[in-house]
């Protein structure tokens, strides 16, 4: 006889399992893209017309992309009333969410704020989650690095082996 603990004992429900799932399809966009756009070449203005949000809590050692805000994914979906009534009194048009990979947290965020937007009628903001989050974004190459804040290379050496 097993004297293991059972699975529900010793597992507890990951954070986002208390929200609903998103329904909304995943829009990516493209390290490629949003570097064109912190450059300036797209006419568009970091913070005025797009906005990106970092949303890892305590596991954002490395550096963050030039800009960006930080909202805990955890503290996402009860704020997003909150949230989009900043982004709108701003003119956010885009908003762009990464967290590691943006597989998890980012995406998921993205299409929860796909949905409110979808909910309360607003096809003037579109949500997007970045393409392979900051882990893409800082190893791709040194123009990606130059748009980052404190930039830590040893970190994202370390995680490329993970």
């Known amino acids: 006889m097993s ?54 809590r305590d596991d954002c050692k490395g550096g963050t992309i030039r800009g960006s805000i930080n909202l805990p994914a955890q503290s996402m979906y009860q704020t997003l009333p909150t949230i989009y009534d900043m982004f709108k009194a701003a003119g956010v048009k885009k908003a762009i969410f990464y967290c590691g990979t943006s597989r998890g947290r980012g995406s998921r965020a993205a299409r929860w704020l796909s949905d409110y937007l979808v909910k309360i009628g607003d096809n003037s903001i579109q949500s ?35």
């Open 128 to 162: 997007f989650a970045l393409f392979e989050g900051i882990k893409g974004w800082a190893n791709a190459g040194p123009e990606y690095v130059e748009f980052m804040d404190e930039h830590d290379g040893s970190v994202w050496e370390r995680l490329k082996s993970q």
């Open 3 to 56: 004297t293991a603990p059972k699975e529900t004992e010793t597992e507890a429900a990951p954070w986002y399992a208390a929200y609903p799932e998103p329904q909304s399809d995943l829009m990516n966009i493209s390290r490629a893209e949003v570097l064109e756009m912190l450059k300036g070449s797209t006419g568009e203005t970091a913070g005025k017309d797009f906005v990106l949000v970092d949303l890892r």
